[in-house]
């Protein structure tokens, strides 16, 4: 048996971080077990599918680094497809035609809730004579579910769940406009994509037992089910906007990598002993379904930034360099940092991406370090930079800007020698000539090490730099 599986989202918004999840799960026990992922986009609420979420959710899965094979399906194309197995299930005596008014439902479900029974739908159309039908009504096409018995999903995550058909509706398969609705829909789309796995969130288990039902009726194999527990919040609560960015598109744009995204999620849930770092090739060897808890996942900010921060060090400069110049079109001023992105920052800006990333735990805070690579002239300060740069500063500096002058060549050794011997003879520590030295350089009191801005800038700018710090009296 080819293992196929599917990511099927309804197109109402971006991809939400749960659900790149869901799809990278799908994707990873496919690809492990030389199977197939099929991607189906579930269109069939007309009102609120738009163009821009199925092309917020495709962007998104790319950028994550999930793929899928063959084209993607939408599924309101196949309503007819849909239509015609409903007119099966008629044929066969396994659904009926409904013709109870709104007014009738809704009188229905105020009984059962009166009465605390979880059936809403009291079959008064079950067995009626067609002929009964009141004239110029169109009928819902309702399933002829057991009224006895049990609904069994033998879930590869949740165990053996048992529904009691008693408490289980005549679930509507055809509206009366003619749309199927959602529960038809997925069963003949899964059954027609021959999906042997279904793998989703638990808020979809009890849709299991009613698609199960479909499945029987129409005589077709239930596909091997997996519920996996939703995200929840670092309190516990269900995941929220409260907790941070819920978008794959909002994580991208704050700086984190596709790597790093998919080694967080990937364990968010599954565990595979002790292991943390996965590469992706680990992860697609190592994957599977019982390993996967019951219990919801919380999700970690903090846990995600210091797993990025690691993907970020092991990353080559040119890479990271690449995946920021990918990252600009969706920061709110990196058409302006594009802007000045000519051959000579970039090339300054591998050359300080060592120092750079040392520290970061996002792409952002890498953007953010760099910035005094190509920051206009003068440089402006920020308020701590301002504090630093007082009277005393300045005289100092003078001394530091006439020591670096002599400095041939210049380099990272060549200008560390200089300043240490300046601050010796001066009787100062490093520190104190370094933070002032780095505020007039980079406006900031944090930057890389002070001898890699100054290599990175080179001399001419350096000293241009301090040359525009030191002449500017009026500033302070």
Not at 65 to 91: K, M, N
Not at 404 to 428: I, M
Not at 460 to 470: C, I, K, M, N, P
Request: hydrophobic share 40%; net charge neutral.
């Amino acid at each position: 048996m080819t293992v196929v599986t599917r990511f099927a989202p309804s197109p109402t918004g971006f991809l939400h971080i749960g659900g790149g999840r869901t799809a990278l799960f799908n994707w990873l026990y496919a690809r492990g077990r030389g199977g197939k992922m099929l991607l189906r986009i579930e269109d069939t609420d007309r009102e609120r599918s738009t163009q821009a979420a199925i092309d917020a959710i495709l962007d998104g899965l790319k950028w994550l680094g999930v793929t899928w094979d063959g084209d993607t399906v939408y599924q309101f194309a196949r309503s007819q497809r849909h239509r015609e197995v409903v007119e099966q299930l008629l044929a066969a005596g396994r659904a009926y035609r409904c013709y109870a008014s709104p007014e009738e439902l809704a009188q229905m479900r105020e009984a059962a809730r009166r009465e605390g029974r979880a059936k809403l739908y009291d079959g008064r159309w079950r067995d009626r004579d067609p002929s009964e039908a009141p004239p110029g009504v169109k009928p819902a096409i309702r399933l002829k579910a057991p009224l006895t018995g049990e609904t069994i999903i033998e879930d590869q995550v949740q165990g053996r769940v048992v529904w009691q058909n008693e408490n289980l509706d005549d679930l509507v398969l055809l509206r009366s406009d003619g749309t199927p609705t959602y529960m038809l829909a997925v069963v003949v789309d899964d059954h027609d994509m021959t999906i042997t796995h279904v793998i989703r969130g638990d808020d979809h288990l009890t849709n299991a037992a009613r698609q199960k039902q479909i499945y029987d009726a129409l005589g077709w194999p239930v596909p091997i089910m997996a519920h996996i527990p939703l995200i929840h919040g670092p309190d516990g609560s269900k995941l929220s906007k409260r907790h941070g960015a819920l978008g794959i598109d909002a994580y991208r744009a704050m700086g984190y990598l596709p790597a790093a995204l998919r080694n967080y999620l990937v364990r968010l849930g599954w565990s595979h002993g002790d292991q943390e770092i996965f590469s992706t090739e680990e992860m697609i060897a190592a994957f599977d379904l019982p390993q996967i808890g019951r219990s919801p996942a919380r999700f970690d900010l903090a846990k995600l930034e210091n797993l990025n921060g690691h993907y970020i060090r092991q990353t080559s400069d040119a890479q990271l360099l690449e995946a920021i110049e990918k990252l600009l079109p969706h920061l709110a001023d990196g058409a302006e940092i594009a802007a000045k992105m000519m051959p000579s920052v970039r090339k300054q800006w591998l050359a300080a991406m060592p120092s750079l990333k040392e520290r970061a735990k996002t792409l952002l805070e890498i953007i953010d370090g760099a910035r005094f690579l190509w920051a206009d002239r003068p440089i402006q300060l920020d308020e701590k930079a301002e504090g630093i740069l007082n009277e005393d500063a300045r005289t100092l500096l003078r001394g530091v800007a006439a020591e670096l002058a002599h400095v041939e060549p210049w380099t990272v050794e060549t200008t560390e020698h200089a300043l240490r011997g300046f601050a010796e003879r001066h009787g100062a520590k490093l520190g104190a000539v370094a933070q002032p030295l780095r505020a007039a350089l980079t406006g900031r009191t944090t930057s890389p090490g002070i001898f890699e801005v100054l290599t990175v800038l080179g001399k001419t700018e350096s000293l241009g730099r301090l040359a525009d710090r030191l002449g500017d009296q009026t500033a302070h």
